[in-house]
T-cell receptor
Framework: EPEVTQTPSHQVTQMGQEVILRCVPI?????FYWYRQILGQKVEFLVS????????KSEIFDDQFSVERPDGSNFTLKIRSTKLEDSAMYFC????????????FGPGTRLTVL | DAKTTQPTSMDCAEGRAANLPCNHS???????VYWYRQIHSQGPQYIIH???NNETNEMASLIITEDRKSSTLILPHATLRDTAVYYC?????????????FGTGTLLAVQP
């Protein structure tokens, strides 16, 4: 069964460093998402991406964040200058088509900022 | 997006049906009800969704009241592996992308 994969599973970085979280969505999916979950808190929407551009972003997704689909298979989330409060699980999700199709989530990347 | 209200936690005996309620009294006509679950710290997993008719798939059944203000997710024969946080989410299907707004969900503990 096709699945969304994410790498790395755990990333440790120093405050102020740049990190890139990688996702490989399901191959024929067209819609992509990033969510995050701070330990013990809700899953929060960050950004949605379709047709090579951002469709929607939350207030969390400020200028420090960017997304890219560089080669037609990977979908990346970059945080330019990490802060302590960026420590969280980051989940990528993909969706076959828009509307009421379900989203398939990856296993997540645990980001720890020291 | 409409908000949902779910109990914080529920217990269920293994092998019995688990009935998880959700209140979405402000749901609008073009919003679907979705259920996802999250086992420990894994990525959320889609379970089922519906608009106004009852739905069933291999995982669960979804019962939506006639006025659509509430729904119940039914796991017919709960197993220990069904222990998870279950999220009831309403979302508009009209846009190109539909972000999911997660609440705190219901922690279902299946007891042996």
């Amino acid at each position: 069964e096709p699945e969304v994969t994410q790498t790395p599973s755990h990333q440790v970085t120093q405050m102020g460093q740049e990190v890139i979280l990688r996702c490989v969505p399901i191959s024929n999916h067209l819609y992509f998402y990033w969510y995050r979950q701070i330990l013990g808190q809700k899953v929060e929407f960050l950004v949605s991406f379709y047709n090579n551009e951002i469709s929607e972003k939350s207030e969390i997704f400020d200028d420090q964040f960017s997304v890219e689909r560089p080669d037609g298979s990977n979908f990346t989330l970059k945080i330019r200058s990490t802060k302590l409060e960026d420590s969280a699980m980051y989940f990528c999700a993909s969706q076959l088509a828009g509307g009421r199709n379900e989203q398939f989530f990856g296993p997540g990347t645990r980001l720890t900022v020291l | 997006d409409a908000k949902t209200t779910q109990p914080t936690s529920m217990d269920c005996a293994e092998g019995r049906a688990a009935n998880l309620p959700c209140n979405h009294s402000t749901i609008s006509g073009n919003e679907y009800v979705y259920w996802y679950r999250q086992i420990h710290s894994q990525g959320p997993q889609y379970i089922i969704h519906g608009l106004k008719n009852n739905e069933t798939n291999e995982m669960a059944s979804l019962i939506i009241t006639e006025d659509r203000k509430s729904s119940t997710l039914i796991l017919p024969h709960a197993t220990l592996r069904d222990t998870a946080v279950y999220y009831c989410i309403v979302t508009n299907y009209g846009g190109a992308t539909n972000k999911l707004i997660f609440g705190t969900g219901t922690l279902l503990a299946v007891q042996p």
